[in-house]
């Protein structure tokens, strides 16, 4: 009786009923409209908690530091040391301009199109003949083009990590490293760095008690203390891996960003048995805007790697592939390196003698041949959350010491990056720095 007096059926005696013809319905549904909205009640919708819906290894997804350092490039009312990106002035627009105009005309859409998730094959061939001729053996097979090698790191997490596993990593170490691992589950180990790098004899004891799945090392320039490890240690972690059977996966974008002497060999070129992974990226010595990165391994392994990027982007960028194959293959980044290299040795020096001028008593700090980073020793034991704070008073910022560490740690030691400013803006930020130091011990 009720759809018959709301129109959506007819009845018929001793016929049954017959659904009522759509426009029929609508009709009576206009009509009664007014009924049905008075006489609704409305049902409750609760909020939805996202969180209750989130995987495990989401709810591990936990980097506040990074994502506050990122955001730090918008922050343009301080000086910040935060973020390690390289000199904007620097960037070669006026080329990349010209090789857009190339790249992007009509009737060129293959610049355009979905590509192998491997890259861009000219891209590949570039690196291997440069990899070459810095003593390792490689070919375009070996390389993935990654999105950053963050997204390295991420593959890498994907293929070889899950819950109740090991890794090894130095400490202090890079904080997006620490971030992807954690979110695995896996057990992250960690052995001291000292001023030769990365204590093998204490990768040794935990190799005696644990199968990690891999060991992560910044040999050269190492982020956040500007640490290279010496050429002895190079060959004794070598040693290490083979012997324990253990894959190394070098994570390497300062070694061009040397200021005096080039760089030391890399763990890569050593590599005679194929244990070392190599991650690569663009973003350190040239600019991180087109993100993109490489890893080069051995192919068996490489297949695995582009298997897990081809679910998570299926390749990187084709245009930005493109732009820097030309941008490459015209020379322009054998030209850009040494300005670059010349820049910030500048940056350097002015933040080094800044801080002999500035520092108060106790404060002690690195001296890196390249890379971007000074590590800071503050005095008394000071915390440097709380210095972040005064320091904020004065329009200054840095990366707390406990962002690079796994647990605890770094507590009393600051990061500081010279790359993006002028000598008089690092003298100044310095000068503010140290008077923020000071205000604390004297608080
Ligand atoms: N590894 C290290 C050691 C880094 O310092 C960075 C950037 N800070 C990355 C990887 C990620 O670089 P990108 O993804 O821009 O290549």
Aim: with cysteine; net charge negative.
């Amino acid at each position: 009786h009720e759809l018959v007096a709301d129109g959506l059926i007819r009845s018929h005696v001793g016929k049954g009923s017959t659904v009522n013809s759509l426009q029929t319905i609508q009709h009576s549904l206009e009509g009664s409209s007014n009924t049905i909205r008075a006489e609704a009640q409305p049902v409750p919708v609760q909020p939805i908690s996202w969180q209750n819906f989130y995987t495990s290894q989401s709810k591990r997804m936990h980097n506040p530091v990074l994502a506050s350092i990122l955001d730090e490039i918008s922050n343009e009312d301080r000086i910040s040391f935060a973020l390690g990106s390289p000199a904007g002035e620097y960037y070669p627009l006026k080329e990349l301009n010209e090789i857009c105009q190339e790249i992007i005309r009509p009737g060129n859409w293959k610049a355009f199109e979905y590509a192998s998730t491997i890259g861009h094959y000219p891209l590949r061939q570039y690196l291997a003949n440069w990899f070459n001729s810095q003593g390792i053996d490689t070919n375009p097979q070996e390389i993935l083009i990654t999105s950053g090698s963050q997204q390295g790191l991420d593959l890498l997490t994907k293929v070889f990590l899950e819950p109740g596993d090991y890794v090894v990593m130095e400490e202090p170490s890079f904080l997006g490293a620490i971030g992807v691992f954690k979110s695995s589950g896996a057990h992250i180990l960690t052995v001291p760095l000292d001023e030769e790098g990365l204590r093998t004899d204490v990768l040794e004891q935990i190799l005696s008690r644990h199968r990690p799945k891999f060991i992560y090392t910044l040999p050269t320039f190492q982020n956040p203390t500007g640490t290279t490890m010496s050429l002895e240690r190079r060959h004794q972690l070598l040693k290490l891996a083979y012997q324990f059977h253990i894959p190394i996966v070098e994570d390497d974008p300062y070694s061009e960003l040397y200021y005096g002497e080039k760089s030391l060999p890399s763990l890569k070129s050593f590599d005679e048995h194929e244990h070392v992974i190599y991650l690569g990226t663009f973003s350190k010595m040239l600019f991180p805007g087109l993100r993109l990165g490489w890893c080069i391994a051995p192919s068996q392994l490489l297949e695995q790697l582009s298997l897990a990027k081809q679910h998570v982007d299926l390749h990187s960028s084709t245009t930005t592939q493109w732009i820097m194959t030309e941008f490459c293959n015209r020379g322009l980044l054998d030209i850009h390196l040494p300005l670059v290299r010349n820049h910030y040795k500048l940056q350097r020096d002015a933040m080094i003698a800044a801080l002999e001028e500035y520092a108060p008593e106790g404060l002690s700090w690195t001296i890196p041949t390249g890379g971007y980073y000074i590590w800071c020793q503050l005095p008394q034991e000071m915390k440097a959350t709380a210095l972040l704070t005064k320091a904020a008073e004065k329009k200054v910022a840095f990366v707390p010491g406990n962002a690079f560490y796994v647990n605890s740690g770094g507590r009393s030691c600051i990061r500081l990056c010279f790359s993006r400013h002028s000598t008089s803006t690092i003298r100044e930020g310095i000068f503010r720095l140290c008077r923020a130091i000071s205000e604390l011990i004297n608080q």
